[in-house]
């Protein structure tokens, strides 16, 4: 019994101890902590409570109402969190604002946490100040706000091209920023002054009369050009500088001088001044003035090289118009050479049928022996007559055809029809004749949807084709009919196996009323003009036709009919109109490219553009001739890189021969260039359309064009559009290259300004685009970084807040890392300023590399990663590079893939390889297509998947590295059902 008493003292002694040490620790603690009850009032408080509610005694705290203590409040503060944390017994933050002592505002985070007595329920409240924190990002917010307002200003002064207005929009930037007063100054080489252009408190003839030399060595304008640094002045009476010239003009008291320079020339000042009293500017205001006058700069060098330009221009446009005058009248006396052709043809065709009929009528009267017996001879020569009456009518009918045709007389008569009908009908009016010579005609019909056409004119041109199929023909031969559908057109193809067509004859068999002698000698006899009926039929319905051909083994003609055919019924008079007023707009789009700029470069990039935006094509590309006149080098292209490595020799290469005799534009199926191709990443059957630029009967180059992406069929209207256009731009790059001759000595200089204005745009775009980013993605990382930091360096965190504010800033850090890195990396890929290092590398092994890498990532998601491949060798390629590609590709699909699987293919594409990585993902809606590959542009998805971050540059960056690789990539993509990024990639 005593040990018990004993042992029971010893225990309430121990508990004593401990409740004596939690209340020193509770005291010691240096972060403010109270406890309260239900109705708010504190029964409990620490030392660094009292303190910063300026108490010296728990006595003045303990008992009171925590609301009155903080704001004297006579109710609860909104924010409190006391109520909700008892009514769920669960932790909560809220951020609570006072003046303990100060008028200045504190900020405190407060965590709340529910506490179980024997009286009830209390609330434990943790404060921890924050007002470093906010004060940091206030200010962060602040400089921001000043950036972006920087950048607005710099937009609206770059998007004009008149002085008078630029400088007053500089004047409007100035106030905007928050400044008074301020002058701009431009330096006139010619008479070596500074001259006063335009300032915010003096008038405008007071401004202009300011003329400083700038030869004085001593003078502050000398100075300022010669060290091209801002120059401070916070009193000018205390540095003796009242009498320099800059300073006694302006009648300033302090004021602070910043260099326009281009480059490493400078072009003028900008002065901010104050007129009475001091001028005290910070690090950051220093900082925004230098970066607005880096920007008027640019604005003003700009603005004053299209004044320079502006006479130029305008002796340009008056001899394009005197060009095109000439140009439409040619075309006008060309159309009615043309017309009047085909109304002869059409004349004489309807006046040889009428005795045509007669003779046919007589000899099949003849034969029937209506008028007696015929001797044999007689009867032969009857049938000759008939046989030839037959097939001298089909000429007439055939001619009388093609004249409806060329004249637009014929309309359309449209109708939703299913092809394999009236493939079908075709063939069956051919099949005797396909007996005869024991030919045998396979068709597979396709499914597909029916197409919009005129189903009388279709059966027209497929018996022309399946009909010329069997007519020259081998014996026991064969003729293929297929359908190729796709969502933008239908193609059919008539495939023989017969003599062919030589190569020299391919490029006529399609002319108008041709005489082929050379295609007549394939074996057989017809009208010569049947493939021409086939081919007005196929441009009334906006397709494209064409053959190919191995002379001695077989011919295929194709055509296209597009799905969207959207054909008028016009008069001929509506049509020539229609005509005219498209070439009068062709006219008027060149003339205004050329009061835009006239350096060579510049124009030839417009003209491409226009020519993209007004035709309506995927890629454009220009070659002009050399010197020696035997070569054609590339210039310029649109979605087309590397332009400038193409070197063709006109002798050597029979397709540029053909393009560079032909007087029109036409469409190209075949090109075999492989180095061009491959400069051009396209195939050699790529469909092209090509066009010489002549002038005066001389070749200057030639346009070519094509649909690499959309895969849309090049029209008879492309065709005509492009050559109006071609015509114009030749005389329009003509005169420009005559006038650089005519004026050497200020094409040098013009020169010299328009590439330092190139590559100040340039340097403006990148810096527009590294300011866009810096404000939008790095923010947010930088404002943790320093927020966390400063927190841990106030010393008021527990060592587990430190750990966890630690990893913060070394995730947060690692992000920011990997934003800048991706930014360097895709502008050194765009500078072309990456080293490729190409080594044979089995592309199998490197897929399985990255596969182990990111399966951890997948595993987190319970995704399935499989890999399928072909048995495909050594690929040269840049391992690395490729490595990181493989890694964004496969990081996105696990990143937006929430379940599912990942699948990779590996296949064999005969000189290329193919990858494929395919998600079940949320996939990318039609919308955001354009922003997969463009800088900076985030698709903003819905779901889990959106929370995760990244730069904006991966997409970028893969599609540099496949394209360096002289690759291509693409996408397919669904939204909710997953998308799919391949590349192709050469084995060598």
Same mark, same amino acid.
């Given at each position: 019994?005593?040990?018990?008493?004993?042992?029971?003292?010893?225990?309430?002694?121990?508990?004593?101890?401990?409740?004596?040490?939690?209340?020193?620790?509770? !005291?010691?603690?240096?972060?403010?902590?109270?406890?309260?009850?239900?109705?708010?009032?504190?029964?409990?408080?620490?030392?660094?409570?009292?303190?910063?509610?300026?108490?010296?005694?728990?006595?003045?705290?303990?008992?009171?109402?925590?609301?009155?203590?903080? #704001?004297?409040?006579?109710?609860?503060?909104?924010?409190?969190?006391? +109520?909700?944390?008892?009514?769920?017994?669960?932790?909560?933050?809220?951020?609570?604002?006072? @003046?303990?002592?100060?008028?200045?505002?504190?900020?405190?985070?407060?965590?709340?946490?529910?506490?179980?007595?024997? *009286?009830?329920?209390?609330?434990?409240?943790?404060?921890?100040?924050?007002?470093?924190?906010?004060?940091?990002?206030?200010?962060?917010?602040?400089?921001?706000?000043?950036?972006?307002?920087?950048?607005?200003?710099?937009?609206?002064?770059?998007?004009?091209?008149?002085?008078?207005?630029?400088?007053?929009?500089?004047?409007?930037?100035?106030?905007?920023?928050?400044?008074?007063? #301020?002058?701009?100054?431009?330096?006139?080489?010619?008479?070596?002054?500074?001259?006063?252009?335009?300032?915010?408190?003096?008038?405008?003839?007071?401004?202009?009369?300011?003329?400083?030399?700038?030869?004085?060595?001593?003078? $502050?304008? #000398?100075?300022?050009?010669?060290?091209?640094?801002?120059?401070?002045?916070?009193?000018?009476?205390?540095?003796?500088?009242?009498?320099?010239?800059?300073?006694?003009?302006?009648?300033?008291?302090?004021?602070?001088?910043?260099?326009?320079?281009?480059?490493?020339?400078?072009?003028?000042?900008?002065?901010?001044?104050?007129?009475?009293?001091?001028?005290?500017?910070?690090?950051?205001?220093?900082?925004?003035?230098?970066?607005?006058?880096?920007?008027?700069?640019?604005?003003?060098?700009?603005?004053?090289?299209?004044?320079?330009?502006?006479?130029?221009?305008?002796?340009?446009?008056?001899?394009?118009?005197?060009?095109?005058?000439?140009?439409?009248?040619?075309?006008?006396?060309?159309?009615?050479?043309?017309?009047?052709?085909?109304?002869?043809?059409?004349?004489?065709?309807?006046?040889?049928?009428?005795?045509?009929?007669?003779?046919?009528?007589?000899?099949?009267?003849?034969?029937?022996?209506?008028?007696?017996?015929?001797?044999?001879?007689?009867?032969?020569?009857?049938?000759?007559?008939?046989?030839?009456?037959?097939?001298?009518?089909?000429?007439?009918?055939?001619?009388?055809?093609?004249?409806?045709?060329?004249?637009?007389?014929?309309?359309?008569?449209?109708?939703?029809? +299913?092809?394999?009908?009236?493939?079908?009908?075709?063939?069956?009016?051919?099949?005797?004749? @396909?007996?005869?010579?024991?030919?045998?005609?396979?068709?597979?019909?396709?499914?597909?949807?029916?197409?919009?056409?005129?189903?009388?004119?279709?059966?027209?041109?497929?018996?022309?084709?399946?009909?010329?199929?069997?007519?020259?023909?081998?014996?026991?031969?064969?003729?293929?009919?297929?359908?190729?559908?796709?969502?933008?057109?239908?193609?059919?193809?008539?495939?023989?196996?017969?003599?062919?067509?030589?190569?020299?004859?391919?490029?006529?068999?399609?002319?108008?009323?041709?005489?082929?002698?050379?295609? $007549? =000698?394939?074996?057989?006899?017809?009208?010569?003009?049947?493939?021409?009926?086939?081919?007005?039929?196929?441009?009334?319905?906006?397709? !494209?036709?064409?053959?190919?051909?191995?002379?001695?083994?077989?011919?295929?003609?194709?055509?296209?009919?597009?799905?969207?055919?959207?054909?008028?019924?016009?008069?001929?008079?509506?049509?020539?109109?229609?005509?005219?007023?498209?070439?009068?707009?062709?006219?008027?789009?060149?003339?205004?490219?050329?009061?835009?700029?006239?350096?060579?470069?510049?124009?030839?990039?417009?003209?491409?553009?226009?020519?993209?935006?007004?035709?309506?094509?995927?890629?454009?590309?220009?070659?002009?001739?050399?010197?020696?006149?035997?070569?054609?080098?590339?210039?310029?292209?649109?979605? =087309?890189?590397? $332009?400038?490595?193409?070197?063709?020799?006109?002798?050597?290469?029979?397709?540029?021969?053909?393009?560079?005799?032909?007087?029109?534009?036409?469409?190209?199926?075949?090109?075999?260039?492989?180095?061009?191709?491959?400069?051009?990443?396209?195939?050699?059957?790529?469909?092209?359309?090509?066009?010489?630029?002549?002038?005066?009967?001389?070749?200057?180059?030639?346009?070519?064009?094509?649909?690499?992406?959309?895969?849309?069929?090049?029209?008879?209207?492309?065709?005509?559009?492009?050559?109006?256009?071609?015509?114009?731009?030749?005389?329009?790059?003509?005169?420009?290259?005559?006038?650089?001759?005519?004026?050497?000595?200020?094409?040098?200089?013009?020169?010299?300004?328009?590439?330092?204005?190139?590559?100040?745009?340039?340097?403006?775009?990148?810096?527009?685009?590294?300011?866009?980013?810096?404000?939008?993605?790095?923010?947010?990382?930088?404002?943790?970084?320093?927020?966390?930091?400063?927190?841990?360096?106030?010393?008021?965190?527990?060592?587990?807040?430190?750990?966890?504010?630690?990893?913060?800033?070394?995730?947060?850090?690692?992000?920011?890392?990997?934003?800048?890195?991706?930014?360097?990396?895709?502008?050194?890929?765009? #500078?072309?300023?990456?080293?490729?290092?190409?080594?044979? =590398?089995?592309?199998?092994?490197?897929?399985?590399?990255?596969?182990?890498?990111?399966?951890?990532?997948?595993?987190?998601?319970?995704?399935?990663?499989?890999?399928?491949?072909?048995?495909?060798?050594?690929?040269?390629?840049?391992?690395?590079?490729?490595?990181?590609?493989?890694?964004?590709?496969?990081?996105?699909?696990?990143?937006?893939?929430?379940?599912?699987?990942?699948?990779?293919?590996?296949?064999?594409?005969?000189?290329?390889?193919?990858?494929?990585?395919?998600?079940?993902?949320?996939?990318?809606?039609?919308?955001?297509?354009?922003?997969?590959?463009? *800088?900076?542009?985030?698709?903003?998805?819905?779901?889990?998947?959106?929370?995760?971050?990244?730069?904006?540059?991966?997409?970028?960056?893969?599609?540099?590295?496949?394209?360096?690789?002289?690759?291509?990539?693409?996408?397919?993509?669904?939204?909710?059902?997953?998308?799919?990024?391949?590349?192709?990639?050469?084995?060598?």
């Amino acid at each position: 019994m005593i040990d018990a008493e004993r042992d029971t003292d010893s225990f309430i002694s121990v508990l004593t101890r401990s409740k004596s040490l939690l209340e020193k620790v509770f !005291d010691s603690i240096v972060d403010p902590i109270y406890v309260v009850d239900k109705d708010h009032t504190i029964v409990k408080a620490n030392l660094a409570f009292l303190n910063i509610i300026g108490k010296k005694n728990f006595n003045d705290v303990i008992g009171k109402k925590c609301y009155r203590l903080f #704001a004297g409040r006579k109710n609860i503060c909104r924010q409190c969190a006391v +109520d909700q944390v008892l009514k769920t017994l669960q932790a909560k933050k809220t951020i609570h604002t006072f @003046a303990p002592k100060t008028k200045k505002k504190v900020y405190f985070e407060t965590f709340c946490y529910p506490a179980e007595t024997d *009286k009830g329920n209390n609330v434990i409240l943790h404060m921890i100040d924050i007002t470093k924190r906010k004060d940091l990002e206030q200010m962060t917010e602040r400089q921001n706000n000043r950036l972006l307002l920087l950048h607005d200003i710099s937009k609206s002064m770059h998007s004009t091209i008149q002085l008078n207005v630029l400088l007053k929009q500089i004047l409007g930037g100035i106030l905007k920023l928050g400044f008074k007063r #301020a002058t701009v100054y431009l330096i006139n080489e010619e008479d070596n002054l500074l001259e006063g252009i335009i300032s915010t408190d003096m008038k405008q003839k007071e401004i202009q009369d300011i003329r400083i030399p700038i030869n004085n060595d001593d003078s $502050m304008v #000398a100075n300022l050009i010669k060290n091209k640094k801002p120059i401070l002045i916070s009193d000018v009476s205390k540095l003796k500088l009242a009498d320099d010239t800059l300073i006694k003009n302006t009648k300033r008291k302090s004021f602070l001088a910043l260099p326009l320079t281009i480059a490493s020339r400078i072009i003028g000042l900008l002065t901010v001044d104050n007129k009475d009293k001091s001028l005290f500017l910070s690090e950051n205001d220093m900082k925004v003035l230098q970066l607005f006058a880096s920007d008027v700069a640019l604005a003003i060098n700009r603005a004053l090289l299209i004044d320079r330009l502006n006479t130029f221009n305008q002796r340009l446009k008056n001899q394009i118009k005197k060009a095109t005058i000439d140009l439409r009248a040619k075309n006008i006396r060309l159309k009615e050479v043309d017309k009047m052709k085909t109304e002869l043809l059409s004349l004489v065709s309807h006046e040889l049928r009428t005795p045509l009929t007669s003779i046919k009528g007589y000899s099949s009267l003849l034969l029937s022996d209506k008028f007696g017996i015929l001797k044999n001879e007689q009867r032969e020569g009857l049938e000759v007559i008939n046989l030839e009456s037959d097939r001298l009518k089909d000429v007439i009918n055939d001619v009388i055809e093609l004249s409806k045709l060329v004249s637009g007389k014929e309309q359309l008569i449209l109708e939703p029809a +299913d092809v394999n009908e009236v493939i079908k009908s075709s063939i069956n009016l051919l099949k005797k004749e @396909a007996n005869t010579k024991n030919i045998e005609i396979h068709f597979k019909p396709k499914k597909c949807k029916k197409l919009v056409i005129d189903v009388d004119k279709i059966k027209h041109a497929l018996y022309h084709l399946i009909s010329n199929a069997i007519k020259y023909n081998k014996p026991g031969g064969s003729v293929s009919i297929l359908i190729n559908d796709n969502p933008y057109f239908m193609q059919i193809s008539v495939r023989d196996t017969g003599i062919g067509i030589e190569r020299k004859n391919i490029d006529r068999i399609f002319e108008k009323f041709s005489q082929l002698e050379e295609h $007549m =000698t394939r074996g057989g006899t017809g009208t010569g003009v049947g493939l021409s009926i086939v081919k007005e039929i196929v441009d009334l319905h906006t397709g !494209d036709i064409w053959v190919r051909s191995v002379p001695g083994k077989s011919s295929t003609f194709s055509f296209t009919i597009p799905r969207n055919i959207k054909v008028t019924k016009k008069s001929q008079d509506e049509y020539e109109l229609a005509k005219t007023i498209e070439e009068l707009e062709t006219v008027r789009t060149i003339v205004n490219i050329m009061h835009t700029d006239i350096q060579l470069k510049n124009l030839l990039e417009l003209i491409l553009k226009s020519i993209q935006d007004f035709v309506g094509f995927d890629r454009v590309r220009l070659y002009l001739v050399e010197k020696d006149k035997n070569k054609m080098r590339g210039i310029v292209g649109i979605g =087309t890189p590397n $332009m400038n490595k193409i070197e063709i020799s006109i002798e050597d290469d029979d397709v540029v021969q053909k393009i560079l005799k032909a007087k029109k534009a036409n469409v190209y199926h075949y090109y075999d260039n492989k180095d061009v191709n491959r400069i051009l990443g396209k195939e050699a059957d790529l469909p092209f359309v090509a066009m010489p630029l002549i002038v005066k009967n001389k070749v200057i180059g030639m346009l070519t064009a094509d649909n690499l992406y959309s895969s849309k069929i090049i029209t008879k209207q492309n065709l005509r559009s492009l050559t109006m256009f071609a015509n114009t731009a030749a005389v329009a790059i003509e005169n420009g290259r005559l006038m650089e001759n005519m004026e050497l000595q200020v094409k040098e200089r013009t020169k010299e300004l328009l590439e330092a204005n190139e590559r100040l745009k340039k340097l403006d775009k990148q810096k527009d685009e590294f300011m866009s980013y810096v404000s939008h993605e790095l923010r947010t990382p930088l404002t943790s970084l320093i927020g966390y930091s400063k927190l841990i360096l106030g010393g008021s965190l527990s060592k587990e807040q430190q750990l966890e504010s630690i990893n913060i800033i070394n995730t947060e850090a690692t992000r920011l890392k990997f934003m800048i890195d991706d930014f360097l990396d895709l502008a050194k890929m765009e #500078a072309g300023k990456i080293q490729m290092n190409k080594e044979s =590398t089995n592309i199998k092994d490197l897929i399985k590399e990255v596969l182990l890498i990111m399966a951890p990532l997948a595993k987190e998601k319970n995704l399935s990663i499989d890999l399928t491949h072909d048995s495909i060798g050594l690929v040269k390629i840049d391992s690395d590079k490729i490595k990181q590609a493989l890694y964004n590709l496969v990081g996105n699909a696990i990143k937006f893939t929430n379940k599912g699987s990942i699948q990779i293919e590996l296949l064999d594409k005969d000189e290329n390889i193919q990858v494929n990585i395919a998600d079940t993902g949320i996939g990318i809606a039609k919308e955001d297509f354009y922003k997969v590959f463009d *800088k900076f542009k985030q698709i903003q998805h819905s779901g889990k998947s959106s929370r995760a971050k990244g730069s904006g540059l991966g997409m970028p960056i893969t599609k540099q590295i496949i394209e360096s690789h002289q690759g291509k990539i693409w996408f397919e993509s669904e939204t909710d059902k997953g998308t799919t990024f391949s590349f192709l990639l050469p084995k060598k």
